[in-house]
């Protein structure tokens, strides 16, 4: 039985993909499958830090052709300096992805710039900068029982979930980076965000070794922490407006992250028959699923919503999977169909769920997901404006419905800060913002561009209609890429009064492979990432893949 992909007007609403989880095709289990089999090589080349805890670290990733070496510095930081805002100065560590192995002058070069972040510059040597902050009471709840001869506190770890949380992972040209086209023929780098990934994977590795490191220069006696406690352990990421525009800004790459994902699970659902291990295998994940749920804590009343619902949810899918019905035909079909009864954040959990057993429908859609257009698209200017129209109204024929003259439709502005060079979203009407605007929300161009479009015949050209409204030139190239870019526009307001951005954030968030999503309000969220993860001694194509479902570390 053919399965049809979803349609855009279902997946494409910021309600569903504020709900998105990770899955097989999350870009962090994409890097460690193939550093698994291509059987990457890792070594500390050096750790220079005192027992105060500064200095620099270099650990290298030795991939089939190329190296690529994280630089760690690690900074004795006063805690009234300490915060996650990306107004912050300073930092209580900073890194940069080196491409190759550095030298002794690439050291001090990158020493007077990746502690200042933005204020500093670094080179097309470097593939990303990033910084990373302390989470303060489980830092020293981790230090302390460590160097008193214990092990910390199995529920505090897994209620914090990691020593150390990103605030800014930067890359693909940013302060001088290399710019992605460098390194982009690289197979381990043609997968979206692969450096980006690969960073924060070093980071996590320094990161165990800091914190034991600290313990020791206490207590040379200390207890080395236990290994199962270790791999609990990811890397917080504290994400704010600045990812939100990406999404808008790249709709045939989101395009394809979505298309892709779409028609992995029109594949599984498209299984006649579940083979006895797929339904074992699925059935042990759920179980793992379940655990991971009823850990996952929030104060923000977006969360804890999403969290109510997601708690009946699983007892319904309990019951449901009580029945045997994944024995019977269609199965994963079946479950679909059952699911739509739940909440979307209950439907996407189990829609990434079933792409588990089946490896050999999936993963190779992997290597659809980057956007091989890039910025070469041409415009079809000899398009007739009837084929416009149409094109115009079957991708936003959902913002024709807005009211557009009301001011909550339009009541935010995205602009972007002079000081920092990131997206901001203000209020319209309250501030004096307008004359910034970015081109941010295609749904009311859309519409402004088919109210112009009234006073021309059908079968004159785009050429010709551009001519006289040069203003709609973005949206009208928004509405020819859909045609390669089915599912590369939000069908949803991104300017109203009651736009949530987190679930912006929560989408492409979910494609890097995050979990515990926490938001601090709706602008802002903090998530974990490699959480459960194997460390470079312990990758193996065993452990490569299923470690987003973590087992107890007890």
């Not at 080349?45 to 620099?56: S, T």
């Not at 690690?74 to 560590?93: F, G, K, M, N, T």
């Not at 739509?340 to 954040?345: A, C, G, I, P, R």
């Not at 890429?481 to 307001?493: F, K, T, V």
Request: hydrophobic share 40%; glycine share 4%.
């Amino acid at each position: 039985m053919k399965i049809e992909r979803r349609s855009p007007d279902t997946v494409m609403r910021l309600s569903r993909l504020g709900s998105l989880h990770q899955s097989r095709l999350s870009f962090m289990r994409q890097l460690t499958r193939r550093m698994a089999a291509e059987n990457w090589r890792f070594e500390r080349r050096v750790f220079d830090i005192n027992q105060a805890g500064v200095g620099y670290a270099v650990y290298t990733a030795q991939g089939p052709d190329h190296a690529y070496s994280l630089v760690a510095f690690a900074h004795d930081l006063p805690s009234d300096q300490r915060s996650d805002r990306v107004i912050a100065e300073a930092w209580d560590a900073t890194f940069a992805l080196f491409d190759g192995v550095p030298d002794a002058n690439d050291i001090e070069r990158l020493s007077q710039n990746v502690p200042v972040q933005e204020a500093g510059r670094i080179s097309e040597r470097e593939l990303s900068m990033s910084r990373a902050n302390r989470s303060v009471r489980l830092w020293d709840h981790v230090v302390s029982c460590l160097a008193d001869g214990l092990q910390p506190d199995l529920d505090m770890i897994q209620s914090v979930g990691y020593l150390m949380r990103t605030t800014a992972v930067y890359g693909s040209g940013k302060f001088g980076a290399a710019d992605r086209s460098k390194i982009a023929d690289r197979p381990e780098c043609q997968a979206p965000f692969q450096v980006e990934m690969l960073n924060v994977y070093l980071i996590r590795n320094f990161v165990r070794d800091l914190v034991q490191h600290m313990a020791l220069s206490r207590n040379p006696d200390a207890a080395i922490l236990d290994s199962n406690i270790a791999r609990a352990l990811g890397i917080g990421n504290s994400t704010g407006l600045g990812m939100a525009p990406f999404l808008v800004n790249h709709p045939v790459l989101f395009s394809n992250w979505i298309m892709v994902r779409e028609e992995a699970l029109a594949r599984v659902r498209g299984v006649a028959r579940a083979e006895p291990q797929a339904v074992e295998l699925f059935l042990d994940l759920w179980l793992r699923t379940k655990e991971m749920v009823a850990g996952w804590s929030s104060e923000h009343p977006l969360q804890r919503k999403k969290r109510s619902d997601l708690e009946t949810d699983v007892k319904s899918i309990d019951e449901w999977l009580g029945q045997n019905h994944l024995n019977k035909a269609y199965p994963w079909d079946q479950l679909h169909k059952f699911s739509n009864h739940l909440s979307e954040e209950g439907q996407e959990l189990l829609n990434s769920l079933m792409l588990e057993p089946y490896p050999e429908l999936v993963d190779g859609l992997a290597s659809c997901m980057a956007d091989p257009y890039q910025a070469d698209f041409i415009l079809d200017g000899a398009m007739r404006l009837d084929v416009l129209r149409d094109v115009l109204k079957e991708v936003f024929g959902w913002a024709c419905a807005i009211d557009w003259t009301a001011r909550e439709a339009d009541a935010r502005a995205w602009y972007v800060s002079a000081e920092k060079l990131e997206p901001r979203l203000g209020e319209r009407y309250d501030e004096p913002i307008m004359d910034y605007e970015q081109p941010l929300s295609p749904g009311r161009d859309a519409v402004r561009a088919l109210n112009d479009l009234e006073a021309w015949s059908t079968d004159q050209s785009v050429a010709a209609f551009l001519l006289a409204h040069p203003e709609h030139r973005h949206v009208i190239r928004r509405a020819q890429l859909s045609q390669i870019a089915p599912y590369g526009e939000i069908r949803d307001n991104t300017i109203s009064a009651d736009l949530k951005p987190v679930d912006m954030l929560r989408a492409k968030l979910s494609f890097f492979g995050a979990t515990n999503f926490d938001p601090r309000s709706d602008r802002w969220v903090r998530i974990c990432m490699y959480a459960g993860a194997p460390y470079p001694e312990e990758l193996t194509s065993q452990t490569a893949d299923l470690w987003v479902y973590p087992k107890s570390a007890a």
